[in-house]
């Protein structure tokens, strides 16, 4: 009877711990570039890991700020290495790792824009991302400063919040013409391809944050973005892989 009751008890901890793990909490801040990409990806590490991944997603410059005041994020995944690393240098992350290589692409549905150099032809408003925040607009600042049409297009220029509300604003007919990352555009016949030269190279980092209270799950999300399998996923969505990604 004793036994019995060992037994039972053991059965009802092991159903406990078991509930417990399956019911861990992963919080993920993404930058607004990747989300899509990230969400492609998360169901088989839910599954694999029993963890419900909760993704938040910003520009990266407001993430950071958020991260640098306290918000309670586990791994950040950000559009850029800058804010990664300088979250490393104050204690605050660390296990900074590049997950991919981010590509800017001209987005219009003016058959006579064909490259960044043509937008002083377009007539209507062009978007881009805010450069003081999103790595996405400091790149499209770039392209068109090294272009030499960044002065001309100013009375036209609408800067979104990210880069995912660049592309919105283009979809929705506000604007004509927008400069976003490629993972939004894949495969779209509107889409043209900004010289990689005329940008400083988007490499895009992810961090483990201090104060996560999971440090071992959190180094598994890592291992698990620059995995192989995941990293050939992350190309199909429009990005350089990082490596070749780790086995």
Not at 76 to 99: E, I, M
Not at 117 to 137: C, F, Q, S
Not at 172 to 185: D, H, I
Request: net charge positive; hydrophobic share 45%; proline share 3%.
């Amino acid at each position: 009877m004793l036994r019995r009751g060992l037994n039972f008890i053991l059965l009802c901890s092991y159903l406990l711990i078991a509930d417990f793990a399956h019911s861990q909490q992963l919080r993920v801040a993404v930058a607004t570039n990747f989300a899509p990409t990230l969400k492609a990806i998360v169901p088989a590490f839910e599954e694999k890991y029993e963890v419900n991944v909760d993704v938040i997603s910003a520009a990266s410059g407001v993430l950071f700020q958020q991260a640098t005041f306290g918000a309670p994020f586990d791994v950040f995944v950000s559009a850029d290495s800058l804010r990664p690393a300088k979250l490393s240098q104050q204690g605050l992350a660390h296990y900074v790792n590049t997950y991919a290589y981010g590509k800017l692409v001209l987005f219009s549905n003016n058959p006579k824009v064909t490259s960044i150099e043509d937008l002083d032809k377009v007539k209507g408003k062009i978007a881009i991302a805010n450069p003081k925040t999103a790595p996405y607009g400091i790149a499209a600042k770039e392209a068109l400063q090294h272009s030499k049409v960044w002065q001309k297009i100013q009375p036209q220029l609408v800067t979104a919040n990210n880069v995912a509300q660049a592309h919105s604003q283009f979809l929705t007919g506000n604007v004509e013409a927008a400069l976003v990352s490629e993972s939004f555009v894949v495969g779209s016949a509107q889409v043209h391809r900004v010289d990689i030269a005329s940008y400083n190279r988007i490499v895009q980092s992810v961090c483990i944050l201090s104060n996560t209270k999971d440090q071992a799950i959190a180094k598994a999300f890592v291992t698990y973005l620059l995995s192989s399998e995941v990293q050939n996923v992350i190309e199909k969505h429009g990005y350089d892989k990082a490596q070749g990604g780790k086995s």
